[in-house]
Nanobody
Framework: VQLQASGGGLVQPGGSLRLSCAASGSIRSIDYMRWYRRAPGKQRELVAGITNGGSTTYADSVKGRFAISRDSAKKAQYLQMNSLKPEDTAVYYC???????????????WGRGTLVTVSS
């Protein structure tokens, strides 16, 4: 299973970006999808998560500005980031809990990360 993240880049403060993450490989289903980020000199933090039922969770720092969504048929998740701030600068990673055929428990997979830089 491979997760391919895309959509990062350079944006000015107050701007928007949309990250995408698509999974490929031998996948029966995917339940929990998440976005994490690691800012320079800081630990990795959970930014947002979404269950297969559509329930979402957000870090306090991004509530009201970021929105996570998913397209289970496409095995994809998205992160719409609005009102970006310089402190949102980080490498963003996607992660998914993937069920394989015949497995009772999911395996966790990570994407390679995409850099988001918020700067004027």
């Amino acid at each position: 299973v491979q997760l391919q993240a895309s959509g990062g880049g350079l944006v000015q403060p107050g701007g928007s970006l949309r990250l995408s993450c698509a999974a490929s490989g031998s996948i029966r289903s995917i339940d929990y999808m998440r976005w994490y980020r690691r800012a320079p000199g800081k630990q990795r933090e959970l930014v947002a998560g979404i269950t297969n039922g559509g329930s979402t969770t957000y870090a306090d720092s991004v509530k009201g500005r970021f929105a996570i969504s998913r397209d289970s048929a496409k095995k994809a998740q998205y992160l719409q980031m609005n009102s970006l701030k310089p402190e949102d600068t980080a490498v963003y990673y996607c992660a998914m809990n993937v069920y394989h055929s015949g497995s009772a428990y999911p395996d966790n997979y990570w994407g390679r990360g995409t850099l988001v830089t918020v700067s004027s």
